[in-house]
């Protein structure tokens, strides 16, 4: 029973290029989210999403950065032309029934903009 | 926006110490949750508190929800190296599905 499966673990990107991170959650788990940990800043929420819908988004820059949970796949997190300050720890979670009771977290993608 | 502080942000014991984490707010949470996390991967679950005044224990872990539901505390009996980690409190953000994290706590158990 594999857990929330993300990739790659490690990414590195030149300015100007687009970041697809993916994120495969727990069977059975019909709710994702993505989010973003800078060392002196913790986890900042970006997005919630269940199958073929957003449902949150309020955490997600205004441009450059979109997100999708296709019928069919995996989640992916999609960054346009990076920036520097891009660089940072995103994690997907996921869960059966909402927050209340917690997430399974990823191991996460170590996104590197050079 | 609901704020989770938690104290102290750092703390370097000798293992078999004792050590308690503090995870507090001005707002009412439906719930808390503890996390910890070890570098170079993600947060793992430890527990849910969801009743005012709840306590749950996990080995060596003991956990409380403040009666107000607006406070949590972890302690730690005998601290063991392989407890080093980042410990993460969170809580549901008022009525919506994302948790507000706090900074959390960087903790070394040295031998």
């Known amino acids: 029973n594999a857990g929330v499966m993300q990739n790659p673990r490690h990414l590195v990107r030149r300015r100007g290029q687009e970041a697809r991170l993916r994120c495969s959650p727990m069977?059975?788990?019909?709710?994702v989210y993505w989010y973003r940990q800078l060392p002196e800043e913790g986890l900042k929420f970006m997005v919630y999403?269940?199958?073929?819908?957003?449902?949150?988004e309020s955490g997600m820059p205004k441009e450059r950065f979109s997100a999708e949970f296709p019928k069919e796949g995996p989640s992916i997190l999609r960054i346009q032309q990076v920036v520097r300050g891009d660089s940072a720890a995103y994690f997907c979670?996921?869960?059966?029934?909402?927050?209340?009771?917690?997430?399974?977290f990823g191991s996460g993608t170590r996104l590197t903009v050079v | 926006t609901q704020l989770l502080e938690q104290s102290p942000q750092f703390l370097s014991i000798q293992e078999g110490e004792n050590l308690t984490v503090y995870c507090n707010s001005s707002?009412?949470?439906?719930?808390l949750q503890w996390y910890r996390q070890e570098p170079g991967e993600g947060p793992v679950l430890l527990v849910t508190?969801?009743?005012?005044?709840e306590v749950k224990k996990l080995k060596r872990l003991t956990f409380q929800f403040g009666d107000a539901r607006k406070d949590s505390s972890l302690h730690i009996t005998a601290a063991q190296p392989g407890d080093t980690g980042l410990y993460l409190c969170?809580?549901?953000?008022?009525?919506?599905?994302?948790?507000?994290f706090g900074k959390g706590m960087k903790l070394t158990v040295n031998p």
């Open positions: 979670a996921s869960s059966p029934q909402g927050s209340i009771y917690g997430y399974t």
């Open positions: 069977k059975g788990h019909s709710h």
């Open positions: 999403l269940q199958k073929e819908n957003i449902i949150d």
């Open positions: 707002s009412v949470f439906s719930s």
């Open positions: 508190v969801v009743t005012g005044g």
């Open positions: 969170a809580g549901p953000q008022g009525g919506s599905e994302k948790l507000v």
